[in-house]
């Protein structure tokens, strides 16, 4: 059973474009190339892994749900039956999406570069000029809630064909025991694989579980994430001070 109680606060400050861009950056294709049908099961996938874990999502994702799921009817009707849409400029359905998705990435990109020179501004008027540690590590891949939802999904996917009766006695595991074993498991100043964390849980109800106690241990700040190359394999971090 899960430990359907327990509400994560986690606050998602990406929106529906973002995860539509995230999911077609994951599937390596372009935006013009994008398949409805895909990116609609994709899309409400994560939506159903929110509502699983109770994390509160804007009004929005779901509005974008229904406009997938339109987009998607229209697709597979012919086109001769396809109802009228006064409001699109093209016969393909997937058009003004397409539209928003550029449009957005453009916005985004801009913001970013904008940033990037902030940042480079500011070390080039700085007081006491620093010399850059060309032994330094590569910066790491930021980890998104979007990539954790992604590697939570792996995990679960185990599960996905099995029923156990095992399921029946796990509402034993609570949130708060789950936080003290993780506490337990990941020793202070050690980095471990995400799937590790786990590698000895014996139901979906666990998992879920799990991954709650590890999302409340990550906002108290005791957890870090990062992957060391987009989209790659995320490692969990417990500072030395945590």
Avoid: C
């Avoid at 995860?19 to 994709?42: F, G």
């Avoid at 359905?93 to 449009?103: D, T, Y």
């Avoid at 939802?149 to 679960?156: D, G, H």
């Avoid at 590698?199 to 879920?208: G, P």
Wanted: hydrophobic content about 45%; overall charge negative.
């Amino acid at each position: 059973m899960e430990d359907t109680d327990y509400k994560v606060k986690l606050e998602v400050f990406e929106g529906p474009l973002d995860l539509l861009l995230y999911l077609i950056k994951k599937d390596e294709i372009d935006i013009y190339d994008v398949s409805i049908e895909r990116i609609t099961q994709q899309y409400l996938k994560y939506i159903d892994t929110f509502k699983m874990l109770n994390i509160e999502l804007a009004s929005e994702f779901i509005v974008m749900a229904a406009n997938l799921m339109y987009i998607k009817s229209r697709e597979l009707l012919p086109k001769l039956q396809q109802p009228p849409d006064e409001e699109a400029e093209e016969d393909d359905p997937r058009w003004e999406l397409i539209r928003q998705l550029v449009e957005y990435k453009k916005f985004k990109d801009a913001a970013q570069f904008l940033g990037l020179q902030e940042v480079k501004s500011e070390e080039f008027f700085a007081t006491s000029p620093e010399v850059p540690d060309l032994s330094a590590p590569p910066p790491v891949a930021q980890v998104g809630v979007f990539d954790l939802i992604r590697a939570f999904q792996r995990v679960l996917k185990r599960f996905e064909n099995t029923t156990d009766i095992r399921e029946i006695v796990d509402d034993r595991y609570t949130v708060a025991d789950k936080i003290e074993h993780l506490l337990e498991t990941i020793l202070a100043g050690s980095r471990v694989p995400f799937e590790s964390l786990f590698s000895s849980a014996a139901s979906r109800s666990e998992v879920i579980v799990t991954f709650l106690a590890m999302l409340e241990l990550i906002k108290l700040n005791h957890l870090q994430v990062e992957q060391e190359i987009l989209l790659g394999s995320i490692v969990v971090i417990r500072p030395a001070d945590a």
